[in-house]
């Protein structure tokens, strides 16, 4: 084959989208740290899922107008670093074929190349040694190898070749992937999109592996409409338990933990190592990591029942993930704050400091570019700023403030954590200038040092710190200082390692796992050990026992 047309490009697309779900949870499981937010492969997966979303009933054979149309749905839909990088790619390839109704060799070896140079420009900072570095030096192979009348199979063999190869090669350039023995996960994840470029190129057909359900939308409606919180999420896996577990296992079990997140309409069925699970919540992030403790995922669906809902009714205007102050529009304004964040506690602390709107979302479940959008255009005012909270969101925030550089003006504060994001909160003065309040939030962040524990889910050694799963590892910053066997031990390390002679405030938020004589210890421990102010709040999110903010 000569030539690649734009209707044989839709069903590689899909074929992509479909292999990287499918494998998702391999990709997921690379993840350096033992931390319970492995989702780069999940980020990856709803990118691209968004992307191909948007060509999958597209009549033209245009490879042009298809790659415009691909690209917009990936920027849209992008979710975490991965998932933007990602977007970026393909963006970049995307304004290589415009214009083109097909593409021959060259012209796919040289949009290759533009997905790099567009990728590595939209980081400031790249990394070697991860998905950036794969699809570069792929993309300078094969731009090289490929001639005038080559074969757009032989190309396509050839870059994922020299892709496979590269990705071999990650954990050379970035020492973290070397000591825990794995590759890039967001390289895999690329590779894993081109391998299903690679079987529709073949003639083979990826389907989309789902369990069914026989929730309709009708039903969808229904539901949404009886429900006291309203809009949430349809969330089905399937789970294979850990040898050691399935003896012990108990459906009752599970169907409590998924009732606590809240969840509704539980269905939990097990047979020998596999479980079936259905639930419908507010935060599917939470009852993934809940199942997680038990076992792997083997087949994973979320559906947003609210766009089911909005699609029946056309009723616009509601954001998902996003607290009953925002769900409707607000009055106009100057300056507008949005923070995004997970916990019921933590939402309330953010709206009472002057916050206008809370998304949903954080470590295990990172909003999409379009989530953002859809806030920022319902706050409704002229200038938004947005606290990301989080490292991994920063990224689709500032993509965020691009699609809209021609509507709002946009401004990202880059806090990487909880208490960042509280800290820039507190100093968002209403009746300040906007450059004021950018320039008091931007000195807030930088005097916060943050310290989280969390519990581990691999054994592994990281930094010379002995990883076991389950056990709690004590984050300073970004870095594994500590494990132990109780969450109260790796906190006392986490104060130890934070608080110094100048700390003058500790906040102390707990999660939803911290009962009332947890605090009444380390508030006890605090006391006798420093002499800085506490101040506890109880922020009822998952996954991270305590989250540290010393200032």
Same mark, same amino acid.
């Given at each position: 084959?000569?030539?690649?047309?734009?209707?044989?490009?839709?069903?590689?697309?899909?074929?992509?989208?479909?292999?990287?779900?499918?494998?998702?949870?391999?990709?997921?499981?690379?993840?350096?740290?033992?931390?319970?937010?492995?989702?780069?492969?999940?980020?990856?997966?709803?990118?691209?899922?968004?992307?191909?979303?948007?060509?999958?009933?597209?009549?033209?054979?245009?490879?042009?107008?298809?790659?415009?149309?691909?690209?917009?749905?990936?920027?849209?839909?992008?979710?975490?670093?991965?998932?933007?990088?990602?977007?970026?790619?393909?963006?970049?390839?995307?304004?290589?074929?415009?214009?083109?109704?097909?593409?021959?060799?060259?012209?796919?070896?040289?949009? *290759?190349?533009?997905?790099?140079?567009?990728?590595?420009?939209?980081? @400031?900072?790249?990394?070697?040694?991860?998905?950036?570095?794969?699809?570069?030096?792929?993309?300078?192979?094969?731009?090289?190898?490929?001639?005038?009348?080559?074969?757009?199979?032989?190309?396509?063999?050839?870059?994922?070749?020299?892709?496979?190869?590269?990705?071999?090669?990650?954990?050379?350039?970035?020492?973290?992937?070397?000591?825990?023995?794995?590759?890039?996960?967001?390289?895999?994840?690329?590779?894993?999109v081109f391998t299903g470029f690679m079987a529709a190129l073949a003639g083979e057909r990826i389907d989309y592996v789902e369990i069914k359900t026989s929730t309709s939308s009708m039903d969808a409606v229904a539901e949404?409409?009886?429900?006291?919180?309203?809009?949430?999420?349809?969330?089905?896996?399937?789970?294979?338990?850990?040898?050691?577990?399935?003896?012990?296992?108990?459906?009752?079990? !599970?169907?409590?933990? *998924?009732?606590?997140?809240?969840?509704?309409?539980?269905?939990?069925? +097990?047979?020998?190592?596999?479980?079936?699970?259905?639930?419908?919540?507010?935060?599917?992030?939470?009852?993934?990591?809940?199942?997680?403790?038990?076992?792997?995922?083997?087949?994973?669906?979320?559906?947003?029942?609210?766009?089911?809902?909005?699609?029946?009714?056309?009723?616009?205007?509601?954001? #998902?993930?996003?607290?009953?102050?925002?769900?409707?529009?607000?009055?106009?304004?100057?300056?507008? #704050?949005?923070?995004?964040?997970?916990?019921?506690?933590?939402?309330?602390?953010?709206?009472?400091?002057?916050?206008?709107?809370?998304? /949903?979302?954080?470590?295990?479940? =990172?909003?999409?570019?379009?989530? @953002?959008? +859809?806030?920022?255009?319902?706050?409704?005012?002229? =200038?938004?700023?947005?606290?990301?909270?989080?490292?991994?969101?920063? @990224?689709?925030?500032?993509?965020?403030?691009?699609?809209?550089?021609? &509507?709002?003006?946009?401004?990202?504060?880059?806090?990487?954590?909880?208490?960042?994001? !509280?800290?820039?909160?507190?100093?968002?003065?209403?009746?300040?200038?906007?450059?004021?309040?950018?320039? &008091? @939030? =931007?000195?807030?962040?930088?005097?916060?040092?943050?310290?989280?524990?969390?519990?581990?889910?691999?054994?592994?050694?990281?930094?010379?710190?002995?990883?076991?799963?389950?056990?709690?590892?004590? *984050?300073?910053?970004?870095?594994?200082?500590?494990?132990?066997?109780?969450?109260?031990?790796?906190?006392?390390?986490?104060?130890?390692?934070?608080?110094?002679?100048?700390?003058?405030?500790?906040?102390?938020?707990?999660?939803?796992?911290?009962?009332? &004589?947890?605090?009444?210890?380390?508030?006890?421990?605090?006391?006798?050990?420093?002499?800085?102010?506490?101040?506890?709040? =109880?922020?009822?999110?998952?996954?991270? /026992?305590?989250?540290?903010?010393?200032?």
């Amino acid at each position: 084959m000569k030539v690649l047309t734009g209707k044989l490009f839709k069903e590689m697309v899909l074929c992509g989208a479909n292999t990287l779900h499918n494998n998702h949870t391999e990709i997921d499981a690379l993840n350096v740290f033992p931390v319970p937010d492995g989702d780069t492969g999940t980020n990856m997966s709803l990118t691209f899922l968004a992307g191909a979303k948007e060509i999958e009933n597209l009549e033209s054979n245009n490879i042009g107008e298809i790659s415009k149309k691909l690209s917009k749905g990936l920027l849209m839909g992008a979710r975490g670093n991965s998932g933007v990088i990602l977007s970026q790619i393909f963006r970049g390839v995307a304004m290589a074929l415009q214009d083109h109704e097909d593409a021959d060799a060259i012209l796919w070896a040289q949009a *290759l190349e533009s997905g790099a140079k567009v990728a590595y420009k939209a980081v @400031m900072r790249p990394v070697e040694g991860t998905i950036l570095t794969v699809i570069r030096e792929a993309s300078e192979a094969v731009v090289k190898y490929a001639k005038e009348g080559m074969d757009i199979e032989d190309v396509f063999s050839y870059f994922v070749k020299e892709a496979e190869d590269s990705l071999e090669r990650t954990p050379e350039l970035l020492p973290v992937l070397k000591e825990v023995g794995v590759v890039d996960s967001g390289g895999a994840g690329l590779l894993l999109v081109f391998t299903g470029f690679m079987a529709a190129l073949a003639g083979e057909r990826i389907d989309y592996v789902e369990i069914k359900t026989s929730t309709s939308s009708m039903d969808a409606v229904a539901e949404v409409e009886a429900g006291e919180e309203g809009y949430g999420y349809c969330t089905e896996f399937i789970l294979r338990l850990e040898p050691s577990l399935i003896d012990k296992f108990k459906e009752d079990q !599970l169907k409590k933990e *998924l009732a606590r997140i809240p969840g509704e309409s539980i269905v939990v069925v +097990q047979d020998e190592e596999i479980v079936k699970v259905h639930v419908h919540t507010l935060k599917p992030g939470n009852a993934l990591n809940i199942a997680q403790r038990f076992g792997e995922f083997v087949k994973l669906k979320i559906e947003n029942m609210q766009e089911q809902a909005d699609t029946i009714q056309n009723n616009a205007g509601t954001i #998902v993930g996003v607290d009953d102050k925002a769900k409707t529009q607000l009055e106009p304004k100057e300056t507008a #704050v949005i923070s995004v964040c997970a916990g019921d506690g933590l939402k309330d602390s953010f709206l009472e400091l002057h916050c206008d709107y809370v998304v /949903s979302g954080g470590q295990t479940m =990172n909003p999409s570019a379009e989530d @953002m959008v +859809q806030a920022i255009r319902d706050v409704n005012a002229k =200038n938004v700023i947005i606290l990301p909270n989080n490292s991994n969101i920063v @990224m689709t925030a500032q993509q965020t403030a691009t699609i809209l550089e021609d &509507e709002v003006n946009v401004v990202v504060i880059p806090t990487k954590t909880i208490p960042q994001g !509280l800290s820039a909160c507190i100093m968002f003065n209403p009746d300040a200038s906007l450059d004021d309040n950018i320039n &008091e @939030m =931007n000195e807030a962040i930088g005097n916060v040092k943050t310290g989280q524990v969390t519990f581990a889910i691999k054994d592994t050694v990281i930094d010379g710190v002995e990883i076991k799963a389950n056990d709690y590892m004590a *984050l300073v910053e970004k870095n594994i200082v500590a494990c132990k066997d109780n969450k109260l031990k790796a906190l006392k390390v986490v104060l130890e390692s934070l608080v110094d002679e100048d700390a003058e405030l500790i906040t102390l938020i707990y999660g939803e796992d911290v009962n009332d &004589e947890d605090i009444e210890e380390i508030e006890s421990f605090v006391e006798d050990n420093f002499d800085a102010e506490l101040e506890v709040i =109880n922020g009822k999110q998952p996954v991270y /026992s305590f989250i540290v903010g010393v200032e």
